[in-house]
């Protein structure tokens, strides 16, 4: 997720509305920018994207140098994260899990092609309709690198369902899809020393936090962890 930016003064244009399995979902236009609206709340806007490469770029410089890694990139969002991974040849496998149908058009046909063409065209691209928390409990793939972008952080989630994600538990299953020494990337808006402790609790090692300067407020910042082994 990112924060938005200031907006023009212009009123915002809806392009598309859906209501699906979690409720309401919306991408408008708001001057230049595209924003995507769930519920009546806001998610997510095509104003910088610079949290989400980082997102994708300190999971990779975690994995220090391992070849062809594969990355689950949880959330696609306006697709900042998935075209930062297909921007770099050394990711191998590239999975994105999007719940929202909705999202997933709007890449495939719709305005956000403009960002993630490219990367949709990728031979290395998977994208998976799921709900993630549902996904990571039942897949039996398994990853290198871990990148989840689906709340506003650990302790703003967009729904009451990916609470237990950020819980144990939750982390145990994350643990479950990363391979030995496999990075865990997770998006916040901002910093939690309480979730830096969770994830030691639950196992993780080398826990730290990125921060990425904000253009107002406290910065937005990458949580990181690595399985053992």
Known sequence: ??????????????????????GEVVL??????LQIIANGCFLMD?????????????????????GEPAVLIGGLGVGFSLARAAQEP???????????TAVVDWHRDGP?????ARAFADPRTVIVESDLVT???????????????IDNGPGWTVDEGNEGLYS????????????????LAVWSAQPSAEFEG????????????????????????????????
Not at 28 to 33: S, T
Not at 50 to 61: I, P, T
Not at 207 to 228: F, K, Q, Y
């Open 28 to 33: 408008r236009r708001h001057g230049g920018l």
């Open 198 to 229: 969770t994830l030691w609790n639950a196992g993780f090692q080398r826990v730290r936090t990125e921060e990425i300067p904000v253009a107002r407020g406290v910065p937005d910042v990458v949580h990181l962890a690595v399985r053992p082994g």
């Open 1 to 22: 997720m990112t924060t938005s930016a200031s907006a023009p003064d212009s009123r915002p244009v809806v392009l598309d509305r859906r209501d699906g399995p979690y």
């Open 46 to 66: 095509t104003s910088d994207g610079r949290s989400e490469r980082v997102l994708v770029d300190a999971a990779f410089r975690a994995l220090d140098g391992r």
């Open 112 to 116: 956000l092609s403009a960002i993630s």
């Open 135 to 149: 996904y990571v409990n039942e897949t039996s793939d398994t990853f290198d690198a871990l990148c989840l972008d």
């Open 90 to 100: 050394r990711w191998g496998r590239i999975t994105v899990v999007e719940r929202e």
């Open 168 to 183: 144990p538990a939750g982390l145990a299953d994350c643990a479950r899809v990363l391979r030995p020494g496999g990075v």
